[in-house]
């Protein structure tokens, strides 16, 4: 059965961390492009960084880009998102997604979500 489970939200204090983890089962994340994404309170799901099949390559969004770093075990199928120096404006329920199936052009298949809290 083909899953994507996040886990790792928490309430934070600004400037703390966390470590988000995306666990799949059915597929092999290695060979997929995966994705993290969040979506905030009345706004729109945003690309937060993914990380290319095979190479490893990393991409970031500019709001993230030096506090936020997305790698892969690929022992423990997992991807994580390690974010550091949190802030409120990064509080929102944090996705992760695949490219699972052909043509591998965009993010189809999707976990639940974690929220993250970043509140004093």
């Known amino acids: 059965q083909l899953r994507l489970v996040e886990s790792g939200g928490d309430l934070v204090q600004p400037g703390g961390s966390l470590k988000l983890s995306c666990v799949a089962s059915g597929f092999n994340l290695d060979e997929k492009a995966i994705g993290w994404f969040r979506q905030a309170p009345g706004k729109e799901r945003e690309f937060v960084a993914a990380?290319?099949?095979?190479?490893?390559?990393?991409y970031y969004a500019h709001s993230v880009e030096g506090r936020f770093t997305i790698a892969r075990d690929n022992a423990k199928n997992t991807v994580y998102l390690q974010m550091n120096s949190l802030q409120s404006e990064d509080t929102a329920v944090y996705f992760c997604?695949?490219?699972?199936?052909?043509?591998?052009?965009?993010?189809?298949?999707w976990g639940q979500g974690t929220q993250v809290t970043v509140s004093s």
């Open positions: 997604a695949a490219k699972l199936f052909p043509p591998f052009d965009s993010y189809d298949y």
């Open positions: 990380i290319n099949r095979n190479s490893g390559t990393t």
